[in-house]
């Protein structure tokens, strides 16, 4: 369990970039949903050692990760936003050449673990081409592999299927989910259905805050019998928002279909919807926008 408690980071130039920040995270996989700006790599790199915050704790298991930062590391895989560099080493090489730093020393225990985890990404195949020439969703396997040397406890991925194809971006979540069975593993994003497609629990973040955290099935039925949709045409859509609270618009066989935010039946041909995590997503954010 990784438990954060009351997590501030203010930026040298006075950006909160968390402000009182306290999240729970049991084992499976949890989301961590917001948009651009919201805090999420900042809460990343932090639980990930590699800041270290204004205030607040982070314990992961027995770990006090701020005070005992070194313990946390052996047992994280992270896979950050920016991976960087991609050498025209082999995937093979790379791969052995990080198992080295992570404290592989033995040679046939390294190549073990180095075939498994190859394989376990599905780069068996390719395993002797260049890095450099894979695809997006090859990268970001790549990157699960070596986030796993040494079988973490806890795993971070951030924003991890930005720039994928669909299929790239299923393939890269099937085998994320297959890894969380009973491990740590957030994943962070601002794609809605990569959380509500995987993730057992997730936290909305905006503005450097938690804003909801919960099942996203929980978090659907809360919002059950609010959620109204119509079909209009595009140069209706002015005026809806203005009369109403739109909190999604989806083009639909050239059509606009609104979803609105209403304790109550609007009328004027809306019907009722059941809500999804979009929906859950877009009303959190459009009522933040409206309490600002
Ligand atoms: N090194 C830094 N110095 C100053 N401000 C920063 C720094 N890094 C991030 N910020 C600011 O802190 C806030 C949170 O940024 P952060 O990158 O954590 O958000 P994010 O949710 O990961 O966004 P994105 O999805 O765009 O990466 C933003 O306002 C950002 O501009």
Redesign the pocket.
């Known amino acids: 369990m990784l438990k954060i408690e009351n997590l501030t980071h203010v930026?040298?130039?006075g950006?909160r970039?968390l402000d009182n920040v306290s999240l729970e995270v049991p084992a499976g996989m949890f989301g961590l949903l917001?948009?651009?700006?919201?805090?999420?790599?900042?809460?990343m790199r932090t639980i990930a050692t590699l800041q270290v915050p204004t205030s607040g704790a982070i314990r992961f298991d027995e770990i006090d990760v701020l005070a005992q930062p070194d313990a946390l590391r052996r047992t994280l895989g992270y896979l950050p936003?920016d991976f960087g560099v991609y050498p025209r080493v082999s995937a093979y090489d790379m791969l052995n050449h990080l198992a080295v730093l992570k404290g592989y020393s033995d040679g046939r225990e390294r190549k073990e673990a180095v075939d498994a985890l190859l394989n376990q990404v599905n780069l068996w195949a390719v395993r002797n081409k260049a890095i450099a020439g894979f695809s997006g969703g090859m990268r970001q396997r790549f990157g699960i592999a070596q986030a796993l040397i040494g079988q973490p406890r806890l795993l971070i991925v951030d924003?991890p299927t930005a720039g994928l194809d669909p299929e790239e971006s299923n393939r890269f979540l099937n085998l994320l989910s297959e890894v969380a069975e009973d491990i740590v593993v957030i994943l962070?994003t601002?794609i809605v259905q990569d959380i509500s497609n995987l993730c057992q629990r997730t936290a909305i973040?905006a503005g450097?805050r938690i804003v909801q955290v919960g099942a996203p099935q929980d978090l659907i039925r809360d919002m059950r019998g609010r959620v109204w949709k119509k079909a209009i045409d595009k140069q209706e859509l002015d005026a809806h928002r203005e009369a109403y609270d739109v909190i999604a618009t989806r083009l639909s066989g050239g059509r606009t279909v609104i979803h609105v935010l209403a304790d109550s039946d609007p009328g004027n041909g809306f019907s009722a919807v059941e809500g999804d995590l979009e929906d859950v997503y877009f009303s959190t954010l459009s009522s933040l926008r409206r309490a600002a």
């Open positions: 930026y040298p130039n950006t970039a917001g948009p651009n700006g919201a805090g999420k790599s900042t809460l936003q924003e962070s601002h973040i450097g």
